[in-house]
């Protein structure tokens, strides 16, 4: 039964194109959040949403745009692809408005644009 | 504002060797929680531990142990007796518990331990 899953685990594209990846979570957490991991491994928040409302937008491209159609899902659609989003994409879900900071990633999704 | 700095980028170890893993954060905040995961060369983030800032005590699990020092803002992480399955990218992370910090985690830049035979 996995808690967070992310689909697809790997994905390979031209530059210029648009895809998406998808996030679900089944720990009834109120918070999700999209994490990005480069070359260098650094691992880097990107955005958050509580309950289906966007409280966490960091620098990130416009060509990124998160979408939570509840508070389970989170959706990261990324237009006009580069090689330079090339990366490891994880999600992450945790509720933090009950006090609870423990957070469950999922396996990520390696994003290699060519 | 929060901060997380691991300043070893990468330790090599021989097996059976004990290795620390040094972690130094900075916040604002005086309630947070600070954590160690694990990143095998196979990707998944794995948990190891969350400490919140009222529990000082160090936390020993098996040949894994944490000394959490408030003074030097420092929570160093010890791996005794080394074994080649220790091999991953180690992170060191924060988050505070204010209401403005929205459950924003905070990673350091990851510590490369490679235990070698």
């Known amino acids: 039964d996995t808690a967070v899953s992310q689909t697809p685990k790997y994905l390979v594209t031209q530059m210029g194109n648009d895809k998406s990846i998808k996030c679900e979570q089944n720990?009834?957490?109120?918070?999700m959040y999209w994490y990005k991991q480069d070359s260098k491994k650094f691992l880097k928040i990107m955005f958050s949403?509580?309950?289906?409302?966007?409280?966490i937008n960091e620098t990130v491209p416009n060509r990124f745009s998160p979408k939570s159609p509840d508070k389970a899902h989170l959706n990261l659609h990324i237009n006009s692809l580069e090689l330079g989003d090339s990366a490891v994409y994880f999600c992450?879900?945790?509720?933090?408005?009950?006090?609870?900071?423990?957070?469950?990633f999922g396996s990520g999704t390696r994003l290699t644009v060519v | 504002a929060q901060k997380v700095t691991q300043a070893q980028t990468e330790i090599s170890v021989v097996e059976k060797e004990d290795v620390t893993l040094d972690c130094v954060y900075e916040?604002?905040?005086?309630?947070?929680?600070l954590f160690w995961y694990k990143q095998p060369p196979s990707g998944e983030l794995v948990f190891l531990i969350r400490?919140?800032?009222?529990?000082?005590q160090n936390e020993i699990s098996g040949r894994y142990s944490w000394n959490f020092q408030k003074s030097t803002s420092s929570f160093n992480f010890t791996i005794t007796a080394s074994q080649v399955v220790d091999s991953a990218v180690y992170f060191c992370?924060?988050?505070?518990?204010?209401?403005?910090?929205?459950?924003?985690?905070?990673f350091g830049q990851g510590t490369i331990l490679t235990v070698h035979p």
């Open positions: 992450a879900s945790s509720h933090p408005g009950q006090g609870n900071y423990g957070y469950t």
């Open positions: 720990l009834g957490h109120d918070t």
């Open positions: 949403y509580n309950n289906k409302e966007l409280i």
């Open positions: 916040t604002r905040d005086t309630t947070y929680y």
């Open positions: 400490r919140n800032s009222f529990d000082e």
């Open positions: 992370a924060l988050v505070n518990a204010g209401g403005t910090s929205y459950g924003k985690l905070t």
